[in-house]
DNA sequence: CCAAAATATGGTCAAATGACCTTTTTTCCC
DNA sequence: GGGAAAAAAGGTCATTTGACCATATTTTGG
């Protein structure tokens, strides 16, 4: 995958061989709109890399409603951390908003690639550094922002995800009715 | 410091003189209450762990009001992970909300030990793991429960931290105006 | 290209929430 | 122990938000 090599090239400087194993030991995986790449309950037996498409990740509340964890675009990864560490169960659900392309490793191919290559598992240290910063970031948008604010600070925050994402999935992103999101929507063009 | 120690051969098989030498390399640090460890645009320089009391971390909101990100009882860490890491300033505040005592590591001798004990790397490993899960839990509560729902999870999730706080920090916590604890609380009372 | 489904907008209304204020109670620390 | 400060509770009111409904628009996949 192109994609990926590119990927990698441009954030280590992990060699072609190098490169060439870790893309030898990834499943090539195509999805469809809505399919699934995992469900609640099911185990996340894979690290999972984005090259082509759109991803969403989201967790059903008590009521049965689905909000939106995280977006997951091409060149990003995405996974389940609790289940995909302990590999149990897990509490949350992976589906693709567009046809995507991605790339799966089995958990044990990638923890050895990780003892092998300092240069992955720094990039797994910096992507989990900033995993947990932006989480933190989001808890603490979630508390203060006024509905308005959020929407603001996503379209700051992914200009690019905008048009490709349906409107009811950002309102569930940011945790607000759908609604909301249009009469904000509505308040702003008439600016 | 005993509880350390404690702490640490109950969940790694560290021998005695690994967790004396990593205590060697600790400061100790007495807090009073409300006593500032790091403050917003300083650098997060160490890693704590807090043997006594209890501290917050927060951050301030555009509009300069404050929110809880964390509470870190004894027995546990707490940093500023994104300015930790790059050792650039934080976002977030960090203070004593009872009298305590703290650990520090600077960030060299801490990442030394690291390399040098497996052990002390697993623990770390799983607190990360966790701290991951932990946040994303809680923005799906943020973003789904009901005010009543987010106490009643607090409660669930924090038993013993429930008497030791004042309700406004526990509404700054769950992201909810201290005026509608204070009436869910009464609610609850009539039950 | 077309029918069906998904998505977005709009209207109305009740309820929940926060802002602002005062009063009561508790805690702190000298 | 006592005075000051902090915390909790209570009252009132305007506003925001979501639920529920219908309708218009767009997208999708065969």
């Not at 709109?33 to 759109?54: D, M, P």
């Not at 309102?171 to 929507?185: Q, V």
Request: hydrophobic letters at 35%; a neutral charge; charged letters at 25%.
């Amino acid at each position: 995958m192109d994609e990926f090599e590119q990927y990698l090239r441009t954030r280590t400087d992990l060699n072609d061989g190098d490169i060439n194993y870790i893309l030898s030991l990834a499943i090539h995986k195509h999805l469809r709109r809505n399919e699934f790449l995992l469900r609640e309950g099911e185990v996340c037996r894979y690290k999972i890399f984005v090259t082509k498409g759109l991803l969403r990740t989201f967790g059903t509340a008590a009521d049965g409603s689905e909000h939106v964890l995280q977006f997951a675009p091409e060149h990003s990864w995405t996974l389940d951390v609790e289940s995909y560490d302990r590999q149990q169960p897990a509490h949350s659900n992976i589906a693709a908003i567009e046809t995507s392309e991605v790339l799966l490793w089995p958990k044990t191919d990638f923890d050895n690639l990780l003892s092998t290559l300092p240069q992955l598992k720094d990039l797994s240290l910096q992507l989990i550094s900033r995993n947990i910063y932006n989480s933190r970031q989001r808890i603490l948008t979630a508390l203060s922002a006024t509905p308005e604010e959020k929407y603001q600070e996503f379209i700051q925050s992914f200009p690019n995800l905008l048009t490709r994402l349906p409107l009811h999935m950002i309102a569930s992103y940011l945790g607000i009715s759908i609604k909301t999101l249009t009469r904000i929507r509505q308040a702003q063009l008439r600016r």
